[in-house]
């Protein structure tokens, strides 16, 4: 499975930015997809995940901002977030898993795009 991301950029605090995740070479709707991001200096951390069923859990960090949704049809995953903070600038990496229901550690992944960067100025 092959997973491209985009959407990133430069956002002022308090604005939005959609990230979208193209699936290739698999069958997305067996996988449970995430989101993950990585600030430099910091591990890489569990942002959001949306199971084959559409169940989702998200990070408190983010709970309530961001929004993490599926599109079977168009292979696609998606992280609507608003809201954004300073903090929230990190690479933001999709990642697919073969996991039942919401996993929310690395080592439950599989399938990892190559990141999107997200910067939030203050």
């Known amino acids: 499975v092959q997973l491209v991301e985009s959407g990133g950029g430069l956002v002022q605090a308090g604005g939005s930015l959609r990230l979208s995740c193209a699936a290739s070479?698999?069958?997305?709707?067996?996988?449970?997809m995430g989101w993950f991001r990585q600030a430099p200096g910091k591990e890489r951390e569990f942002v959001a995940v949306?199971?084959?069923?559409?169940?989702?859990y998200y990070a408190d960090s983010v709970k309530g901002r961001f929004t993490i949704s599926r599109d079977n049809a168009k292979n696609t995953v998606y992280l609507q977030m608003n809201s954004l903070k300073p903090e929230d600038t990190a690479v933001y990496y999709c990642?697919?898993?073969?996991?039942?229901?919401?996993?929310?550690?690395?080592?439950?992944?599989?399938?990892w795009g190559q990141g999107t960067q997200v910067t939030v100025s203050s």
């Open positions: 070479g698999g069958t997305f709707s067996s996988y449970a």
């Open positions: 990642a697919g898993s073969t996991v039942w229901g919401t996993p929310s550690h690395r080592y439950e992944y599989s399938y």
């Open positions: 949306i199971s084959r069923t559409t169940s989702t």
